[in-house]
């Protein structure tokens, strides 16, 4: 849905170059232009995009007739659920689906110009180190960035794969990377801890146990959480000798 050409990118950097400009546009959107963006979103009106321009521009239409389209189209119909959430809410949707689009783009670019395993692992690294719109707009971004040199001073105590080894697991009190019922079972068997870990829930999003996520137990009510749904990270994990989730802080500070 480009009206103005722009030219094709065909290296690395001309493929990162593309997706900062329409990383920018769809930034604005979220943002500063939100307002704009929110009153062009009308429920009313016919499935819409939200498309981000290399340079730096956004437009709300509808998608494009071709078939299949030139390159990989925004999510469909954004404007259909405007409505029925809250603002933040439709917002924070929006801005996921808008960097799961940057990414096709780029990738789709590196296909179409044959980025060899090289390549493309260069493209991704420049890709991963801006913070995703999603982090920008729900305000996670600047949170991280505040916790990285505590993450950095840290970083020894914990597996590149995220997950905790045993002996930061005794120094972090109820910090687990599994979410088993027992709190320190370190004698059962291997398919028996997997079990129980993958009934677990967390007790703020109620989602299922994950191999590859941070959880950690209150010590108060013995639940388990994703780190990222009680805002805990693996470095400041290290610093709670006991930790109490919001609810249990809640309660206490009722009484």
């Avoid at 979410?179 to 870990?197: F, I, L, V």
């Avoid at 146990?209 to 108060?220: L, M």
């Amino acid at each position: 849905m480009e009206g103005i050409p722009h030219p094709i990118p065909r290296t690395v950097e001309e493929v990162f170059s593309d997706f900062k400009g329409r990383r920018a546009g769809l930034i604005k959107a979220l943002t500063t232009d939100v307002e704009k963006f929110y009153q062009q979103c009308d429920p009313e009106k016919e499935n819409l995009c939200l498309y981000g321009f290399p340079n730096e521009t956004w437009e709300v239409n509808l998608p494009v007739e071709e078939v299949p389209p030139e390159l990989p189209e925004p999510a469909l119909g954004i404007n259909f659920a405007r409505d029925g959430m809250q603002e933040k809410d439709w917002l924070s949707l929006v801005a996921v689906h808008s960097d799961s689009w940057l990414l096709a783009v780029a990738f789709y670019f590196g296909a179409r110009f044959g980025f060899g395993k090289n390549e493309r692992k260069r493209l991704f690294q420049m890709i991963n180190d801006l913070p995703t719109i999603f982090e920008l707009v729900t305000g996670s971004a600047a949170k991280q960035s505040k916790e990285q040199p505590a993450a950095h001073n840290n970083g020894s105590k914990y597996k590149s794969s995220g997950k905790m080894s045993r002996q930061s697991e005794s120094q972090a009190k109820g910090v687990k990377m599994s979410a088993p019922p027992k709190e320190e079972d370190e004698s059962g068997e291997e398919e028996e801890e997997d079990d129980d870990e993958q009934g677990a829930t967390c007790g703020a999003c109620g989602d299922n146990y994950g191999a590859d996520e941070f959880w950690i137990c209150c010590d108060v009510c013995e639940r388990w959480f994703h780190g990222k749904c009680v805002k805990i990270t693996p470095a400041k994990a290290e610093h709670i000798k006991q930790y109490k989730c919001p609810g249990c802080s809640n309660k206490r500070a009722r009484v």
